[in-house]
């Protein structure tokens, strides 16, 4: 867990080098380089991809605003969200996801809309956090994966969402 959770923040951490997607090869190479020193992981930058390689796995970083392929079907996504980040990390224990997404919508109606669309798809609903008017998160699983979902007030008070899916520990 701990080992998934150091390789998504250092994916995280690394998201920033999507952003050099127009910037010359020449910075593109020294970044690579840094982190790789830096961290002792290695990096790979493809189009507008970034992979991130450690003995615990590997996670891949994209400034593409779609949900990875793989990710899995029976996780519910808002219809009226636009996802604006997408992250997946692969360890042994199997593969992970992290996504950002952002409505239009109400916060609280998009979290309703979540705890009734998770079990709808036969997941079970495991906690609920609700924070007043800054809204809050949930957890599910089902079979053997876990899904933590938070929500809260962006700018111009659109819902903004963190959705994470996992192995289950």
Known sequence: MYRALRLLLVASLLSGAVALVG????????????????????????????TIKTEDGEATVSSDTELPADFPADVPIYENATVNAAMSNKTDQGMSYLVGLTSDDDAKEVFAWYKQ??????????????????????SAEKGDLMATLSIGYGSEKKADMSLTVSPKQ
């Not at 090869?25 to 002792?40: D, L, N, R, S, W």
């Open 23 to 50: 910037c010359a090869k020449i910075a593109e190479k020294a970044t690579e380089a840094a982190v790789e020193k830096a961290t002792g992981v290695k990096v790979d930058k493809n189009g507008e991809e970034v």
């Open 117 to 138: 669309a998770f079990e709808d798809k036969g997941w079970e609903i495991k906690s609920t956090m609700e924070v007043g008017d800054s809204v809050g998160g949930l």
